[in-house]
């Protein structure tokens, strides 16, 4: 997903500035993400927790940011692993086309001299969106079932639809992302040791979604550029035919095409921070291991637990 | 002890690390202790669930700090270890450059016995304001060692004057804090520029006007004697190591006192500037008025002079002037090393007393 954010705005209303501004009044920020979302299904492993603690979480093995700031803060509080990246997004040659480019610092091959310097990453640019007159799409598009009438409407419904629903179950029903990720910090003195580790989840969600536009996959292409140090991430996505040799700084652009392209518009509130489950840690140096904390639950089991379970410090 | 799982986004630039052919541009200048001492109280001599068996202090004679720019030509990891699908080490990788500024300053840190006494007396640095225009080196600095480093664009060229030096840092920040103030990715921060380089001597009336900082600095840096008096040789620093609850950002999962060492070495063209003809400027907005007001102890904003109209719009902000008392540059390696976290915080049974550590420590 390419998220471009024209105003961001932190909606803690507490007195936490300097003078004891709110955040909220302080002002606004714009950035630009681009990240990798997976759906993955959380399991409680004995027959009560498979009923209780089961839940469909969304983990970002890749997330890079355009906002420094929000590197740092998505690092540091959630353990999402945001690099800070060069993201340049346009609106490709064509009438509602799209176009994103991606630069990470990076080493263009493995080699001890290499020196690490801003390396294109990522490219993605569409045609126009459809119905195009630069042919058809495949029969089993993902468009073809929403270029009609009854499916377009259902798509731009569907933000609505999932207010309501979020609304009448009491949140019962899950309608939004729940994001997961691994929050650790390393020792000090050991860097290749922790000292906390965490499962942390965050709740992202999409409403007011409009202006949806299907872009026919044949006239989009996605490149990759997979040499040096950004190849190991391309492996853990996307798996690339072969490895290229990690000693030759020579660039190796691969072009994929998707299964399905399509953009929106919506208003994304990102809420719900919380530590699931906190690893008991060996910190060695004499201290005492940290004891595990476990808070995973369902989401429709989380507001009855909250309303007749034991109160929670 | 908890294996760190590592990935692609936090592989990178794990110390210690060594630096090559460092050109470092120092400007020393006056700071109120009680203002250092604020800060540290706040950062270092707080207790919450339990105290650090140390107590800081800011020096009690000539108190100053020590603007630096630096301009690292080459770093790299001296981490043995191995990482990543090609098994490769930290020491074959991870060579890479950037701008550093930072603002240091000596304070005074004593250990607490048992009976409550201060003992063991040593000079320590923290640095309140750090800025690098590095996403790796931030990374790493904020999340391993807990340096409060900020990622900002730094521009580090030669001046109008020969062997001289301009430096503009700017860093990402809010203008004021209103609803409809958007952020700015490059908001000024410093200007400096100074006079033509005087040599590699400092001429004996500098000294002598300026011998309260030159003798504070030496002693600080260890004590040398002659033109050794600027160099540094071993200098400790200490962080507060500490990241945020998820749930509850105000609160903290992890607190620690970090201390690392900065080894000095193969030192080298030693030049001075005049610092009567040093332009020195902050520049103040609202982002900027912790670092400016709490920690360079500059007072309250909005008091200064209106920008130079040389530096365009994007520098539409007030400006304060800082005197620099001291300032020279030089060229050298640096070993960025012996790190150790000398108490963790809610740690329970543990201490550093326990770990042995206050001997090694020690001055």
Redesign the interface.
Known sequence: MVIDYPVMICA?DRP????G?SY???????QQEVFVTIPIIRRGINPATAIFKTAVDWML??IVVG???S??CG?????L????AEIKIGDGGYPDAFSANLSL?G?AS?R?????QMLPFLDIVTGPAAPTFKGSPAVDSLWTLFSGGPGGQLMAAAGAASNFVDAMSLGLIPTTQHTIS?????????????????I?S?RSKYTCMENFRFYNENDVTITIHDHG?FS??F??MFDPPDAPD?YDPRDRPLKYKPKAAFRFNSTIDFDE???LHE?P????????PTKARDDTMSPWMRPLRGFFGPRQS | MTKFRESFATQQFLPPWKAEKVQTSCFLFRLKPKAIQSYLDRHFNFTHMDRAPYHFSARADSQFGVITISYYPCIFSTNNSHFGADNLAHTQWDHLSYTQFHVAIPVLRHRITRDNLLVEGKTVWIQPVIICDNSSVVFGSREIIGLDMIHGSIERKAGNDPGSLHVDVFFPGFKTFEPTTQESPSLPLMHLETGPSIGATLPQAMQDENSEFIEGLAEASGGGKGLDRFLPTVNEIVTLKQFRDAFNLLAATYQAIVSATNSFINVENLQFYDANKVELEFMWSASATEMLSNFLDLGAPGVGRAPPPHKGESWDLVGRMVKPRVAFGFTSDIEFNQIKTLHTFGGGAQSSFNRGLAGAIQP
């Open positions: 803690d936490l500035g300097p003078n501004q909220a009044d302080g002002g606004y920020v714009k093995p890749f906002n420094a700031v590197a740092s690092r540091e509080m959630l353990g692993e945001k690099l800070l610092p080493w493995l001890p001299t290499e020196w690490q691994l929050k650790q910090i390393r020792d000090a003195e050991d860097p290749q040791r922790a000292v906390y580790q965490s942390v965050c140090s190991e991430v492996r853990a990690p921070m919380r530590t690893f840690v060996d910190r060695g140096h004499g201290l005492p």
